[in-house]
């Protein structure tokens, strides 16, 4: 069984950057993975996802622009690069896993994931 671990999480001013990681293990880093957030009064939001090689990326419209998703195979993490980060974008964030592709990944609904990281809170104030 795969086990997922968010870290990066924290407090950031508006504008600033924050860096998550999700740490796998359990078995071969061969999966898609991405973020997810839950924002206070909203659903859980697809952040972005890279597939399993990290050359295929895709993103919500709420992180275009402003994040990068990447993934380093060879220590079985995956990344989150958050700049100019707003208010709204306090929340969780978690880590998932589900099929291969992006493609597999956002066609899945959302409880219907392989598997979850217990979640970093990121807080976005001055």
């Known amino acids: 069984q795969v086990q997922l671990a968010e870290s990066g999480g924290g407090s950031v001013r508006p504008g600033g950057s924050l860096t998550l990681s999700c740490a796998a293990s359990?078995?071969?880093?061969?999966?898609?993975m991405g973020w997810f957030r839950q924002v206070s009064g909203k659903e859980r939001e697809f952040v972005a996802v890279v597939n399993w090689s990290g050359h295929s990326t895709y993103y919500g419209d709420s992180a275009k622009g402003r994040f990068t998703i990447s993934r380093d195979n060879a220590k079985n993490t995956m990344y989150l690069q958050m700049n100019n980060l707003k208010p709204e974008d306090t929340g969780v964030y978690y880590c998932?896993?589900?099929?291969?592709?992006?493609?597999?990944?956002?066609?899945?609904?959302?409880?219907?994931?392989?598997?979850w990281g217990k979640g970093t809170v990121v807080t976005v104030s001055s």
């Open positions: 359990g078995r071969s880093f061969n999966y898609a």
């Open positions: 998932a896993s589900g099929g291969s592709s992006t493609t597999d990944f956002v066609g899945r609904p959302y409880d219907r994931m392989d598997y």
